[in-house]
T-cell receptor, first 112, second 114 residues
Framework: RKEVEQDPGPFNVPEGATVAFNCTYSNSASQSFFWYRQDCRKEPKLLMSVYSSGNEDGRFTAQLNRASQYISLLIRDSKLSDSATYLCVVTLLSGGSYIPTFGRGTSLIVHP | NAGVTQTPKFQVLKTGQSMTLQCAQDMNHEYMSWYRQDPGMGLRLIHYSVGAGITDQGEVPNGYNVSRSTTEDFPLRLLSAAPSQTSVYFC?????????????FGEGSRLTVL
């Protein structure tokens, strides 16, 4: 079983829709949580960190539920430019270092 | 602002050949790492380093060697390339800190082994 699980999608939504992605992680000792965005054939880039209290950045809202061991990403008012793969990242303390572990990614396609 | 620089961007090898993927960062990051990304598999950690002279294995280390002689450079060596090593390779770095820091990625190196 992979340590970080995501629904690969694709999620195919019209412009203006609201879409939500979930990600579950298996290790309760996980320390830090992130969402990265990866465009086709490009490198991943940080979208936002995820905090226990939840956080929002414009149209994007991230939530963390430590009890159930999942994080979520909500995108409101989807734009064509939001089409990408969204990677869930969980950081685990290992041998004194914090090691990021990536989910396989969820593909989002926003159509006109 | 160079950030993380990977070379080469594309490479074709024959089975059994060796090569080195170069990674350099100019942000004074202690932590550097190599990932491979295959279709449907996400990013898998190959090796990582928390500082000069310190390296450790990740999830898929077999067939790869690394060294970290300076803070800036973290090369990945394929000693005897195999078709299973055909992949896109990403180098990433961040401050070591408490794990809350952003990972910065290079643009990737696309390797094909025939």
């Amino acid at each position: 079983r992979k340590e970080v699980e995501q629904d690969p999608g694709p999620f195919n939504v019209p412009e203006g829709a609201t879409v939500a992605f979930n990600c579950t992680y298996s290790n309760s000792a996980s320390q830090s949580f992130f969402w990265y965005r990866q465009d086709c054939r490009k490198e991943p880039k940080l979208l936002m960190s995820v905090y226990s209290s939840g956080n929002e950045d414009g149209r994007f809202t991230a939530q963390l539920n430590r009890a159930s061991q999942y994080i979520s990403l909500l995108i409101r008012d989807s734009k064509l430019s939001d089409s990408a793969t969204y990677l869930c990242v969980v950081t685990l303390l290992s041998g004194g270092s914090y090691i990021p572990t990536f989910g396989r990614g969820t593909s989002l396609i926003v159509h006109p | 602002n160079a950030g993380v620089t990977q070379t080469p961007k594309f490479q074709v090898l024959k089975t059994g050949q060796s090569m080195t993927l170069q990674c350099a960062q100019d942000m004074n990051h202690e932590y550097m790492s190599w990932y491979r990304q295959d279709p449907g598999m996400g990013l898998r950690l190959i090796h990582y380093s928390v500082g000069a002279g310190i390296t450790d294995q990740g999830e898929v280390p077999n067939g790869y060697n690394v060294s970290r002689s300076t803070t800036e450079d973290f090369p990945l060596r394929l000693l005897s390339a195999a078709p299973s090593q055909t992949s896109v390779y990403f180098c990433a770095s961040r401050f070591r800190g408490k794990g809350t820091g952003e990972l910065f990625f290079g643009e990737g190196s696309r390797l094909t082994v025939l």
